[in-house]
C-alpha cells in the first residue's frame, strides 16, 4: 500500500529537548515536504526536499532542520524546541515538484511543548 | 508572494443540499496548480479535487465540481447533494515553482 508514515502521532516534550519527527514513503517519491497547521493560518511549509541532498527553506523553517540522505526518508529535527513550536505538523510527498501528480500526506504529528 | 484567502471560517449544510465553500487567491504567474483538500476529523489530508490553471473547463470528481475564474482569481469548490461523510475542514490551496500555499481552511459541518 502506498502511504507516508510519519512517527510519532502525538509527542508532548519540554522545552529545548531536542527531538526527530521522522517521516517515509514507500513509492520513491523524489519530492518531499514539511507543513505545519495552525488554527487559522492553513498549512505553512515549512522545508521541502526535491531529491536526495537537496533540501530548500520554505515559508517558516526557523527552528527546524531537515536531512535527505535517502530518497524515502525526510525526518523533521527541532534542536531546541519553543512553546511556539506547539502545532500539528504533516510530512508529503509527491512524483515530482509539479504537484501535477498527486501528493500523498502523512497522517500527522500533534506536538506539544511545555 | 502568492496568498490564498478561504474567507468563510465556519459553514454548515442540511444533508443531501448543496454548499459552496469560496476560495480567492493573489499571483502574478499564469501557470500554476490549484486544490482542494478535505481533512476530517482522522487529520489525514485527502485530495478532493485538482485544476490547472491552463484549462479552461472546470474540474469535476463525482459530486464535488469546482468554479474556477481565472481573471478573477477565484476557485469555490461547490459540494452537491452533501453527506455526513463530508463534515470535515477544507483547505484551498495554491502550487507554483516550487511554492505550496494554503488557505486557512473551512470547516464545514454537515447536518442530519
Known amino acids: 500500500e502506498a502511504q507516508v508514515t510519519q512517527n510519532p502521532r502525538y509527542l508532548i516534550t519540554v522545552t529545548g529537548k531536542k527531538l526527530t519527527v521522522t517521516c517515509s514513503q514507500n513509492?520513491?517519491?523524489?519530492?518531499m515536504s514539511w507543513y505545519r497547521q495552525d488554527p487559522g493560518l492553513g498549512l505553512r511549509q515549512i522545508y521541502y526536499?526535491?531529491?536526495?541532498?537537496?533540501?530548500d527553506k520554505g515559508d517558516v523553517p526557523e527552528g527546524y532542520k531537515v536531512s535527505r540522505k535517502e530518497k524515502r526518508n525526510f525526518p523533521l529535527i527541532l534542536e531546541s524546541p519553543s512553546p511556539n513550536q506547539t502545532s500539528l505538523y504533516f510530512c508529503?510527498?509527491?512524483?515530482?515538484?509539479?504537484?501535477?501528480?498527486?501528493?500523498?500526506f502523512g497522517q500527522g504529528t500533534r506536538l506539544t511543548v511545555v | 508572494a502568492q496568498t490564498v484567502t478561504q474567507s468563510q471560517p465556519e459553514m454548515s449544510v442540511q444533508e443531501a443540499e448543496t454548499v459552496t465553500l469560496s476560495c480567492t487567491y493573489d499571483?502574478?504567474?499564469?501557470?500554476?496548480?490549484l486544490f482542494w483538500y478535505k481533512q476530517p476529523p482522522s487529520r489525514q489530508m485527502i485530495l478532493v479535487i485538482r485544476?490547472?490553471?491552463?484549462?479552461?473547463q472546470n474540474a469535476t470528481e463525482n459530486r464535488f465540481s469546482v468554479n474556477f475564474q481565472k481573471a478573477a482569481k477565484s476557485f469555490s469548490l461547490k459540494i452537491s447533494d452533501s453527506q455526513l461523510g463530508d463534515t470535515a475542514m477544507y483547505f484551498c490551496?495554491?502550487?507554483?515553482?516550487?511554492?505550496?500555499?494554503f488557505g486557512a481552511g473551512t470547516r464545514l459541518t454537515v447536518k442530519p
Open positions: 485544476q490547472e490553471a491552463y484549462k479552461q
Open positions: 508529503a510527498s509527491s512524483r515530482d515538484s509539479a504537484w501535477n501528480t498527486e501528493a500523498f
Open positions: 526536499s526535491m531529491n536526495v541532498e537537496v533540501t
Open positions: 499571483t502574478s504567474e499564469s501557470n500554476y496548480y
Open positions: 490551496a495554491f502550487y507554483n515553482n516550487n511554492d505550496m500555499r
Open positions: 513509492m520513491n517519491h523524489e519530492y
